[in-house]
């Protein structure tokens, strides 16, 4: 059974940083697709950012570009979300997600989509003015 568990959310005041970490399991990490996903309050759940994982090509949600950096650790199973200069509108609970993509156009195309097949309980980020 696959399971993601994430953690390492918080608060924080605007300018700080935070990194989240989701641990998945029950899978095979070595043709994975991953990606973090967010959704504040009243809103959609929207992408973030996601990476291949034989590639280790990264993709990006145009308003986290050069503050955000998602990054994998295959021996641990692990994919981070490194957050830096968070803005109150980067609050919101963030999710964790895992597709056995086919290769990294439709990893990408599934990022898009938000059409992944396992996803986690998700890991509230709050980011104080």
């Known amino acids: 059974q696959v399971q993601l568990v994430e953690s390492g959310g918080g608060t924080v005041q605007a300018g700080g940083s935070l990194r989240l970490s989701c641990v998945a399991s029950?899978?095979?990490?070595?043709?994975?697709?991953l990606a973090w996903f967010r959704q504040a309050p009243g809103k959609d759940r929207e992408g973030v950012a996601g990476?291949?994982?034989?590639?280790?090509?990264?993709f990006y949600d145009d308003s986290v570009k050069g503050r955000f950096t998602i990054s994998q650790d295959k021996a641990k199973s692990t994919v981070y979300l490194q957050m830096n200069s968070l803005k109150p509108e980067d609050t919101g609970k963030y999710y964790c997600?895992?597709?056995?993509?086919?290769?990294?156009?439709?990893?990408?195309?599934?990022?898009?989509?938000?059409?992944?097949?396992?996803w986690g309980q998700g890991t509230q980020v709050t980011v104080s003015s």
């Open positions: 997600a895992a597709h056995l993509a086919k290769n990294g156009l439709d990893c990408y195309r599934r990022y898009q989509q938000l059409a992944f097949g396992y």
């Open positions: 990476v291949v994982g034989r590639s280790s090509n990264t």
């Open positions: 029950g899978y095979d990490y070595s043709s994975n697709c």
